[in-house]
Nanobody, 118 residues
Framework: QVQLVESGGGLVQPGGSLRLSCTAS????????MGWYRQAPGKQRELVAT???????NYQDSVKGRFTISRDNAKNTVSLQMNSLKPEDTAIYYC????????????WGQGTQVTVSS
């Protein structure tokens, strides 16, 4: 089994910043990618950003230039630095990891709430 534990969510004013972190533990032999997804009330879960082992990243268009994903392969951690936050960024943010390769098993964290409001 693989466990993902997120931290760093909270309430922030528009224009503010938050940093989310996620650590994977358990029966991990090889991580292919790690990433962040989010789900706002009444909406489907959507990709925010992912990073694969070689450092390649992928971002949702709405967060490009504001969010930065990073990864520590040795510690099996992934972080998401979120700057210039907007009310529409409000959602539950979920950490995600895929093992071995692009077709490998996927695991999810329990989610952390991010609320952007004045």
């Amino acid at each position: 089994q693989v466990q993902l534990v997120e931290s760093g969510g909270g309430l922030v004013q528009p224009g503010g910043s938050l940093r989310l972190s996620c650590t994977a533990s358990g029966r991990i032999f090889s991580i292919y990618d790690m990433g962040w997804y989010r789900q706002a009330p009444g909406k489907q879960r959507e990709l925010v950003a992912t990073i694969i082992t070689d450092g390649s990243t992928n971002y949702q268009d709405s967060v490009k230039g504001r969010f930065t994903i990073s990864r520590d392969n040795a510690k099996n951690t992934v972080s998401l630095q979120m700057n210039s936050l907007k009310p529409e960024d409000t959602a539950i943010y979920y950490c995600n990891t895929k093992l071995y390769n692009r077709y490998g098993p996927v695991y999810w964290g329990q989610g952390t709430q991010v609320t952007v409001s004045s």
